[in-house]
């Protein structure tokens, strides 16, 4: 790997969709936008008002259905403001995916908006703005180890060439052991979800590209992470290859999935994070998956130029 110019300072920037740890965020150096949700009518802030754990809660004593809205690009272009004025030369921000949010979207319009303020930054501060493709872990896991090499020295066409890569070949599949809040959010019609739950039917769902898919429908709740393990060996060219691991409220759930995962891999994963708003509010906090790197797909995610004129 080359070594970066001395003069580059780069700053990873994202949504908190991601679902990095706070502790992780401050050591790698990455900052964080939180998300807008509503519960019940009144407004908060994804991370700043709540943590993961007390989201579920809020959630289960919620009447309605809480709503999350999308960063505005007013808030994307003070983010990029306060990284311009503390010397950053180059800022990389992953959004969550553009099919599921239009914060891709109000992303590259927030750095359209900047340069028209600062145009002498074209030249001193290089924005770039990668969509995702999907969520939580699936940009989370490749944002810290793109933090990693950043401090390693990697220059900043580099990171934006490895999380190009990675989100072209990213892959989630997961669980959720109640079709209840995939009813309520209509990820599921309301009469399969009733039918599956009384059958103790448990959907197995992939997300590519941000189209969710239900790929496969087992029976009993001790089928459902030997399946996810096998739906994500049937799908990746390497099992040597990173994984992570996501989970909800339930440990014991993430803890059958390192298992089973670390069985069938033969190695433990890179990364294991507990799923916010985005994933929870359509699937509950019942929920266990796995994040894998597939086959590459091209020309499958939104880029800049789509949204530039």
Known sequence: MSKKNTDE?????????????????????????????????????????????????????????????????????????????????????????????????????????????????????QIFVLDSGTYTLGYGYPILEASKLIRSGAAAQEIVAYLDDFYSCVEIYFAAYSLEYAKKSGRIPAASAFVGDVLGLRPIISIIDGKTTVVEKVRGDKNVVPHIVAQALDHIPDKKAPYGVVYGAVESYRDEMLKEAGKKFGHAPKAVMQVGAAITINSGPKVVGIVVRGAKRVNTRAREQDYEN
Do not use: W
């Open 9 to 125: 300072k780069i700053l990873l920037m994202t949504d908190s969709a991601c679902d990095i740890p706070d502790e992780d965020l401050s050591a790698g150096g990455i900052v964080m936008l939180p998300i807008p949700i509503a519960i019940d009518g009144k407004g908060y802030l994804e991370r700043v008002d709540f943590t993961i754990p007390e989201f579920y809660q809020r959630l289960a004593a919620s009447k309605e259905l809480p709503v999350t809205s999308h960063i505005l690009s007013i808030t994307y272009q003070q983010a990029y403001e306060d990284a311009y004025q503390q010397g950053y030369t180059h800022i990389i921000n992953t959004t969550i995916t553009s099919k599921g949010s239009n914060m891709f979207q109000a992303a590259v319009q927030a750095k359209k908006m900047f340069y028209e303020e600062h145009p002498e930054a074209k030249d001193t501060c």
